[in-house]
């Protein structure tokens, strides 16, 4: 499976963005999917993930409410919709996928990532 993640960039604290990821492959309904972050000078952490089917999701607690996850499976894409984005949501996004029916938050726990794109907030 490949991936391509896309739709970062800055934004003002407040605002919204959406990101993309497309998966090559046709068993992309086999896969959950995820989305983690890294900030500068941090390790990459969890931020939400989607089960195949797409009626299953899970947050991190610093982005619930704010942050929504989703698919569309006859586009092999997954999205996470960004809304009142913070500066602390400053970070480089990477989509990934893993080969199981169940949710998982560690990143040891996929299989694929995506390259990675970066979202600025600014104050």
Do not use: H
Request: one cysteine or more.
């Amino acid at each position: 499976v490949q991936l391509q993640a896309s739709g970062g960039g800055l934004v003002q604290a407040g605002g919204s963005l959406r990101l993309s990821c497309a998966a090559s492959g046709r068993t992309f309904s086999g896969y959950v999917m995820a989305w983690f972050r890294q900030a500068p000078g941090k390790e990459r952490g969890f931020v939400a993930a989607i089960r195949g089917s797409g009626r299953s999701t899970y947050y991190a607690d610093s982005v619930k409410g704010r942050f929504s996850i989703s698919r569309d499976n006859a586009r092999n894409t997954v999205y996470l919709q960004m809304n009142s984005l913070k500066p602390e949501d400053t970070a480089v996004y990477y989509c990934a996928a893993r080969s199981d029916r169940y949710l998982a938050l560690t990143e040891g726990s996929y299989d694929y990532w995506g390259q990675g794109t970066q979202v600025t907030v600014s104050s």
